[in-house]
Structures are given as structure tokens and as C-alpha cells.
């Protein structure tokens, strides 16, 4: 039975490395950066440049007109083994139902590539037939607990090593967004130099923070509930910040994913989950599991679901819901986010 979601990226992205084209791709889904990646590997795979001018089309649906495509997709490719058309936007080609008869026969000497921003009425042509005759693939953004795996294995695919606590570091920073987390690791990369494995040391530098006094001490102090420690690493990054405005946004982001975590951590199931499960279940690395499980038991769930009302009142003052300074909003959140118990001491 074929898979809910299609073809997987790993699927095409080894089929295009060695160079098994089908001759017509449907892909769609709100993970635009999977595409990209899809697109740039089948350019460089499927043609040489010197073939590029000849043989390759990239159009998009806003731009155009179906049966002008078409037109391209039925074209022979001139000094090349192939030709290659990339129709980007394709949800917004005019007439683009026209191509309901073209997956029927598909040009064999091309390689058509039709990429949706979202997922389409699968139920109506022509998406109906692409779905049914080509290589088809959905692409969802990825769950939290996904990205710790995806950040490791993007890494590798460039030729580095990262340590546990740079993987659980990058993966709160950027949380799902693929396209920043690519970003962020290229500027990993430069940071380590001539060194083949990137550190917690360097995620640090590349965001601007110092090792005293960063996001990530300040969830372990909320964590292990130092109210004074917290509000001293809040200032302080705010102060050492060169845009103090972004950095409270990207601050309150990092600690809901973290008071995020802590909530999976109070559902029943993961009472009776493994060690190992429930590394998966909140998606940090196994090494970390302990940390979070102590900080859980600081919060019941009312604390946690209080906990995430602070911090979405706090997200919506920093954009553009208050006239405050960012230092008083997050000050008022840190002490929101400890329970009062504690804050009080």
C-alpha cells in the first residue's frame, strides 16, 4: 500500500544523486525548504550546466499559462539526455487542469517538475491524476520531537559531527523552521572552522550570546526554579543584545518550546514510557531526559497551562500589542513562569 504522505525525501533525494528520473514529480505540502533541496539536487543531477541553457526551465504558476508549460514539458532536448521543466507556484497556473491528459503521457525525454506552496483538493483534477501517475510526495512541516533527528542528520549530509547538546541548543533556537535551521548550521560550520564536529560553544557564538548568560541557562534556572538567576540572565541578554526587541521574541519562543516539553511530560503515557521513548515522545537527546523530567515536577499541569498563557500575552506585547519595554515584559514572564512558591522565595 502506498504511503498517506508518498515518496519520502530520502526516496527522491537518492533517486536523483543517482540520476533514476521519473518523468513527471507532483510535490506539495507547507515544507517548502524539502522542495528547494528536491529542486536544486535534481537541477544539478539531471544536467550539466553547459546544458542549462537549452534544456532547463524554471517558470512559475502566477507567471504563466498551462499550455505554454506544456508546451516546455513537450519539448526534445537539444545536446542533453534530458530536458528539465520546474513549474513552481503550480496551484496558481491558469488552466493548469490541462495537465490531467499530460500525466495520461508524459514526455519521456523530460523530467517535469510541479511544486504546490500547499496542499491542494487532491480530489479534483488535475491533482487527482498527478497524484496517480507521478511520483508524488507530501511534505508536511516536521513535529518538534522531529527536528533533534533532523538537525544530526543535515549535519552529517555536510560532512560534520555535532554534539548532543548542540543538536537540543539548535533545535530550541530555530524550532521547526527547516529553512533557519539550514542557516544556523552554516554558520556552525564557520564558527568551527577546520574542526569536523560543531559544539554547544559554537551555537552560542553564532547566536551572540555569551556562555554565562543565554537563553538555554536561562530555561534550566526557570527550570530548576532560580528566580533570581533568571531574571539576572534575562537582563543581561537583553543587554548584550544588539536588537534587544528580536531577542525577547526569539526568547520567548526557545521557552515555549521548553514549557512545551514539560506539558508532554505531565500526560499520563509518559509516565510508563522508557527512557528512550521519552526522549522521543518530547524530542530531546536520552542525555537530557533527567533535566527536564526534574523540572517537570516543579509544575502541575494548571502551572503549565498558566505557563503558556504568560507566554503567548508576552508574544503578542512584543508584536505590537504593547508599548512596553521588552525588559519589563520578560521580567513580568519570568515571573509568571516560576510557580509561586518558589518566585516568592
Not at 530550541?172 to 564558527?191: M, N, R, W
Not at 552560542?204 to 533570581?228: C, H, M, P
Not at 527512557?275 to 524530542?283: D, P
Amino acid at each position: 500500500m502506498a504511503k498517506k504522505t508518498g515518496l519520502s525525501f530520502e526516496d527522491l533525494a537518492t533517486a536523483f544523486r543517482h540520476q533514476n528520473f521519473k518523468p513527471l514529480y507532483f510535490l506539495f505540502g507547507d515544507e517548502g525548504f524539502l522542495i528547494d533541496e528536491l529542486q536544486d539536487l535534481l537541477i544539478e543531477h539531471a544536467l550539466e550546466p553547459s546544458q542549462h541553457d537549452f534544456n532547463l526551465d524554471i517558470v512559475y504558476g502566477s507567471d504563466t499559462e498551462a499550455s505554454q508549460v506544456i508546451g516546455l514539458c513537450q519539448g526534445y532536448p537539444a545536446m542533453a539526455p534530458r530536458r528539465v521543466v520546474i513549474v513552481r507556484e503550480f496551484e496558481k497556473l491558469e488552466n493548469n487542469r490541462q495537465f490531467k491528459n499530460y500525466a495520461d503521457e508524459p514526455n519521456p525525454q523530460a523530467v517535469v517538475f510541479l511544486a504546490c506552496t500547499t496542499k491542494p483538493n487532491l480530489s479534483a483534477h488535475p491533482y487527482r491524476a498527478l497524484k496517480k501517475r507521478a511520483a508524488w510526495s507530501h511534505f508536511k512541516p516536521l513535529y518538534d520531537n522531529q527536528m533533534p533527528g533532523w538537525i544530526k542528520k543535515y549535519v552529517r549530509g555536510q560532512g560534520y559531527d555535532i554534539e548532543p547538546q548542540a543538536v537540543q541548543m539548535l533545535a530550541d533556537y530555530v524550532g521547526t523552521d527547516l529553512q533557519t535551521a539550514a542557516s544556523e548550521v552554516e554558520k556552525l560550520i564557520t564558527f568551527a572552522g577546520e574542526r569536523d564536529t560543531l559544539t554547544a560553544n559554537d551555537v552560542l557564538d553564532a547566536s551572540g550570546q555569551t556562555r554565562e548568560f543565554n537563553v538555554f541557562e536561562l530555561q534550566s534556572a526557570i527550570g530548576e526554579g532560580k528566580y533570581g538567576d533568571a531574571i539576572q540572565i534575562t537582563h543581561r541578554i537583553l543587554q548584550q543584545a544588539s536588537n534587544p526587541h528580536s531577542e525577547a521574541i526569539m526568547i520567548v519562543a526557545v521557552l515555549n518550546a521548553y514549557i512545551d516539553k514539560l506539558w508532554k511530560l505531565q500526560m499520563p503515557q509518559a509516565q510508563r514510557m522508557s527512557k528512550h521513548k521519552l526522549a522521543g515522545h518530547i524530542g530531546v537527546s536520552p542525555y537530557f531526559v533527567q533535566e527536564y523530567k526534574q523540572a517537570a515536577r516543579r509544575y502541575s499541569m494548571r502551572k503549565v497551562q498558566d505557563a503558556h498563557a504568560a507566554l503567548l500575552a508576552a508574544d503578542y506585547e512584543l508584536k505590537g500589542g504593547s508599548s512596553r519595554e521588552p525588559r519589563l515584559i520578560l521580567t513580568l514572564l519570568v515571573r509568571r513562569l516560576l510557580p509561586q512558591r518558589v518566585a516568592a522565595r
